[in-house]
């Protein structure tokens, strides 16, 4: 679009905390974080908690949390909004001096006559005016007034957007909002206007509902004065079939998907690749994202959640994960284990990692190093194999899997039995599974004294 940047870039991501912090928020903060990171520029952090009734200190944490496991740092403390309230209602009554804003005495039943008389024309409901230019002294007594903007009423706002182009909407669509409600609190349009001035935020990524949004806040910076920060309005996430997201698509909160078995190296990537594009790559660090991450790359079109993508990507980052984290990471699903069996854990991780999508799957396939052993049941012939399998393994010094692979082969082939044969004898009698990491991985993992005790148990 031609905008340029500069290191003195500053963004910000402004969540409700009335709820998690929902796969598109995540989003959200996502883009306006790697945004300042390119640029060396600052992101911030500001919870718009002025809705007391909706705002919980669960909510608040539920961010911090959710922003933390991402990854997603914010520099400076973080503001919030609702301690900021009586400095709003005065700059509002600032507006009222200069003649850019006026007290509204409009009953409710006034107001409702207002959209009945709108629709009844065919136009779009709004407020009237009423009290724009009346004078205050013909006030009723009983009516707490609010505080309205006085809104350019002719000509055209265009907002030159980074992701949507020019977007031009005609002022007499735009009525005189409400800055200030007649309890005496803030609205949403002043505060924001207020607090993003006052934090010196020079670029705004957020969805494309607050598209309209942005036309009434440039009516207030006008009013005030001050610079309009650069907007870029991005499409909101949809789900697999392109309706809304909705919970039943996957909008969760952040934990939800930690809990899954999510990494956040993964979420991340998938995030950052649901509306923005770098050529054909699909795998991208959080490094390159930075380095790469320009407002060129977001894209106008809605992007489509999908599970699967999601979950074979993070397949890639658990088989790039270090054995020792992935333990880590596996350690709170799993509970307490022995250190005999996180050292099991971690050598057997290799063949474990290979097979597992999500630390869900991870943990499950980990079982066959953690659970309780059981001697499985066998034929006369397996019990031949493995008897056969004992003497030649009770004979190896060199416990590496290059020969064990080396004497297990040659010795199925002096059985006269397929190699495949020999192998699923000993996994039957290591794991009691039919599913598990190479017969080799494993033998490597349990050891050779902890190998030839569970065939000796099943023998005996």
């Given amino acids: 679009m ?33 945004l300042a990171r390119h640029y060396g520029g600052k992101f911030l952090l500001r919870i718009e908690d002025t809705d007391r009734e909706r705002s919980t200190q669960q909510a608040v944490d ?159 910076y006008n009013a005030f004065g001050w610079n309009i920060p650069t907007y870029g309005h991005i499409p909101l996430i949809h789900g697999p079939d392109g309706a809304k997201l909705s919970k039943r698509h996957g909008a969760l909160g952040i934990e939800a998907y930690k809990n899954m078995g999510y990494l956040p190296e993964a979420i991340c990537n998938y995030l950052l690749r649901l509306g923005w594009s770098h050529g054909n790559d699909e795998i991208i660090s959080k490094k390159q994202a930075i380095e790469w991450f320009t407002t060129d790359g977001l894209g106008k079109s809605a992007a489509r959640i999908d599970f699967a993508k999601l979950t074979n990507l993070n397949g890639h980052y658990i088989r790039e994960s270090n054995n020792e984290r992935l333990l880590n990471e596996l350690l709170p699903i799993i509970g307490n284990i022995s250190d005999n069996i996180k050292q099991r854990l971690v050598i057997g991780m290799d063949g474990l990692k290979q097979r597992a999508k999500t630390l869900i799957e991870l943990k499950d396939l980990s079982s066959i190093y953690i659970d309780k052993y059981q001697s499985p049941p066998l034929d006369e012939d397996s019990k031949m194999f493995a008897n056969k399998a004992y ?48 017969i080799f991985d494993m033998l490597v993992s349990f050891g050779k004294d902890e190998s030839l005790k569970r065939i000796k148990k099943t023998l005996d």
């Avoid at 905390?17 to 959200?28: K, V």
């Fill in 62 to 220: 539920a961010i911090f949390y959710g922003l933390k496991w991402l990854g997603i740092n914010w520099d400076d403390e973080p503001v919030f909004q609702h301690d900021r309230i009586d400095y709003h209602v005065q700059m509002a009554k600032k507006l009222i001096e200069e003649g850019k804003a006026y007290y509204c005495y409009c009953t409710p039943e006034e107001l409702e006559n207002m959209r009945k008389e709108a629709l009844k024309m065919g136009h779009s409901p709004k407020y009237n005016g009423m009290w724009r230019d009346k004078d205050p002294k013909y006030a009723p007594k009983d009516i707490k007034p609010v505080i309205r903007l006085k809104s350019k009423q002719t000509g055209k706002t265009i907002l030159n957007d980074i992701v949507q182009g020019n977007v031009i909407i005609d002022n007499e669509q735009l009525d005189d909002m409400i800055l200030v409600r007649s309890d005496g609190t803030p609205t949403f349009m002043l505060s924001v206007v207020i607090d993003d001035h006052d934090m010196g935020v020079t670029h705004v990524i957020r969805g494309d509902d607050h598209l309209t949004n942005t036309f009434r806040h440039i009516q207030i």
């Fill in 2 to 34: 031609g905008i340029e940047f500069s290191k003195d870039i500053v963004t910000r991501f402004a969540p409700s905390p009335t709820g998690f912090l929902h796969i598109g928020g995540a989003r959200t903060a996502l883009f306006n974080w790697l």
């Fill in 391 to 438: 003497e030649c393994l009770a004979k190896i010094d060199n416990w590496n899997e290059i020969y064990l692979e080396s004497e297990l082969r040659n010795l199925a082939k002096n059985l006269d039995i397929s190699f495949g044969k020999l192998a699923q004898t000993l996994r039957n009698i290591l794991t009691g599974k039919k599913i598990t990491p190479s």
